[in-house]
């Protein structure tokens, strides 16, 4: 079972930080809380664990939130450290994971600066390749970075999304959504909606024709998708202020990264217009997170509904905090979004034991999976094959599989876990991608990690494709 009850909690670094943010020795907190100071002394250097009497008279003492002490001191993830101490310019130096952990959890400013420092530099030397010719796709890592900084919540846009909503209700109360957007943007906008043939819009299944006051939509867009076309152009056209100044405000380094980073805000406005946070979020929980009852509801995509379930942290109403990726048949992510925390690679794709990828094996069903991931963590998942948007007759039906997740503390209040036994489940250990992965022997490991050396010999043959020395 993953629960605190189960684990040993050492909590060291964080005990050493409240204690000194408190401005007290380590005699007057023994005193406070009625221990010894040898004692208390042997829990800040990680040689005792905090036993549950102790948390409780912490709490109680000095007004502790138990919830945040739970929590890492910094932003900075072992996950993440571990990533950016894989780089090649940092081979040879094998850090070890519990020095890396200890960093996380003791030195989180030391771990946050660290992890600053090596984006910088990364992003310099994707810059430098770029000028001499290489590939570059950092405003799309730069975007995706700055939207999992915000833990994928705009506040300033659910509240724009509701007051839209509310209005388009009271103009025309009853009518679908789309019949209610369309009278908006003609009314107020002098905007109409044209759908035209494929072969008419060739590339684009959306298109704005500024001069002829037109959105041009392609015949190959499914209902939710041509819905959420036209809430992307009504967000434009009540809100392109605020979306501009948003962009402008994150600093973008440069044009490319500020006008992609203004369409991924403009979505989330327009998923804020279709699915308003309040009613989106009781609608959640009361039906134990049941996407096909969300997508009738909301007129949404099983997709579009999943990504909003990645936003839902307004402190007074969150909803279970999610983790989401979409992904091809050839394994490429084009999707990555948490509200909370999951150990995400920022290079290379997901671990092949996770079923988001054998549900391409059952297209349209929703398959659960535990997983664990390295740090210990344990996840309940769903992962279910989606149509691409605009598919002609090259492209095949449910060749993208989204994979929605949350920790298994979350599970009993998912429909999908109802009948599971969520005490002693069925685990499945997972890894990061297989370059960065240490968990050896593995049948399903396509490359070798990048910081650990080859034990290959021609006297024998491993499971795995590329044994490792494992110390």
Known sequence: MDTAADRKLFLGGRLKRLRRDLSLTQTAMAADLGVSPSYLNHIERNQRPVSAQLLLRLADTYDVDLRTLGQSGGTASEAEL???????????????????????EDQPAAADALLRLYRAFADRRTRDRAETGGDDDSPADWVRDYIQARANHFPELDTLGEALAAALDAATPGE?????ARARLQSAHGLSVRTLPADVMVEWTRRFDFHRRRLLLSETLGP??????????LALSEHDPEMTALAEAAAAPDEATRRLLKVALTNTLAAAILMPYGAFQRAAEETGYDMARLQARFGVSWEQAAHR???????????????????DQAGNISKRY????????RFGGACPRWRLHSAFRTPGRIVTQIIETPDGGRWFTLARTVDRQG???????????????????????LTYARGLDLAT??????????????RHPCAERAAPPVDRPLTVDDWSKSVSPYPFATT
Do not use: N, W, Y
């Not at 939710?224 to 152009?233: I, K, L, N, P």
């Not at 948490?338 to 690679?345: C, K, L, T, V």
């Not at 069925?426 to 960065?436: D, F, K, M, N, S």
């Open 338 to 345: 948490a509200s909370g925390r999951f150990p995400f690679s």
């Open 82 to 104: 571990a990533e950016a101490l894989a780089d090649p310019l940092f081979q040879g130096l094998s850090v070890p994971r519990h020095e890396i952990v200890q960093m996380a």
């Open 176 to 180: 679908p959504f789309e019949t209610r």
């Open 224 to 233: 939710s998708s041509r819905a959420f076309a036209v809430a992307f152009q």
């Open 309 to 327: 379930l990645t936003t839902l942290s307004r402190p007074t109403a969150r909803g279970v905090p999610f983790f989401l990726m979409r992904v």
């Open 391 to 413: 598919s002609d007759a090259f492209t095949e039906g449910h060749d993208l599989a989204i994979g929605l997740g949350c920790e298994l503390k979350h599970a009993h209040r």
């Open 425 to 438: 489940p069925e685990v499945t250990p997972i890894g990061p991608a297989c370059r960065l992965c240490h």
